[in-house]
């Protein structure tokens, strides 16, 4: 499978407990992007890298979300003393090119259940 | 920042109809609009996209429009089948600075096609 992949696929937690989730870009893409999506909404965007380099981070990543991605490959977006709120589909995409937007792919999510 | 809306939150269609959904944008500076498709628990499937320098674009039973001037791209898909029954999310993004290519999502057109 040459997509974009994620794991785990699910996670139960409990509240306070810190969880990483890791996303695997399609092949050569130089941006990658996470999302959050909850119930009924669209995703929203969370963080994007270009290459190793973290390049935007939005309001909704508060100081207990990190995310990395080392060597410009994978990366993997941690939550520290998760909350419920925290409960969501965490999707990641990836895309080629540079300075114009291109197609992004998604993966397939990983939905985080904290309880 | 940019603000996507998106009309209507449901559409029910006859199997055979067609079926346009319709979204805004706020940020002029936009120039990249795809549409995606979510199934129930599946990843955001890219199904169409259009940049600003065209104005209708069309992929078989698909196509869309945009009015650069009025600030809306339109989802039109024809001959609509029970396998099109899914949520469509448009989107927008823009090459300019660092939110290089972060997409704002609508917040979704649940689409059921009834046999």
């Known amino acids: 499978d040459t997509g974009v992949s994620q794991n785990p696929r699910h996670k139960i937690t409990k509240r306070g407990q810190n969880v990483t989730f890791r996303c695997d870009p399609i092949?050569?893409?130089?941006?990658l992007y996470w999302y959050r999506q909850t119930l009924g909404q669209g995703p929203e965007f969370l963080t994007y890298?270009?290459?190793?380099?973290?390049?935007?981070k939005s309001r909704l990543l508060s100081d207990r979300f990190s995310a990395e991605r080392p060597k410009g490959s994978f990366s993997t977006l941690e939550i520290q003393r998760t909350e419920q709120g925290d409960s969501a589909m965490y999707l990641c995409a990836s895309t080629a090119g540079l300075g114009q937007p291109y197609e992004q792919y998604f993966g397939p999510g990983t939905r985080l259940t904290v309880t | 920042g940019e603000n996507v809306e998106q009309h209507p939150s449901t559409l029910s269609v006859q199997e055979g109809d067609s079926a346009v959904i319709k979204c805004t944008y706020s940020?002029?500076?936009?120039?990249?609009f795809p549409w995606y498709k979510q199934e129930l628990g599946k990843r955001p499937q890219l199904i169409i996209d259009i940049r600003s320098n065209v104005g209708e674009k069309k992929d078989q039973r698909i196509a869309v429009t945009l009015n650069k001037t009025a600030k809306h791209f339109s989802l039109h898909i024809t001959e609509t089948q029970p396998e099109d029954s899914a949520v469509y999310f448009c989107a927008a993004s823009k090459a300019r600075g660092s939110t290089l290519g972060r997409l704002y999502f609508g917040r979704g057109t649940q689409l059921t096609v009834w046999p």
């Open positions: 940020d002029s500076a936009s120039n990249y």
């Open positions: 092949s050569e893409h130089n941006r």
């Open positions: 890298f270009q290459n190793e380099a973290q390049l935007e």
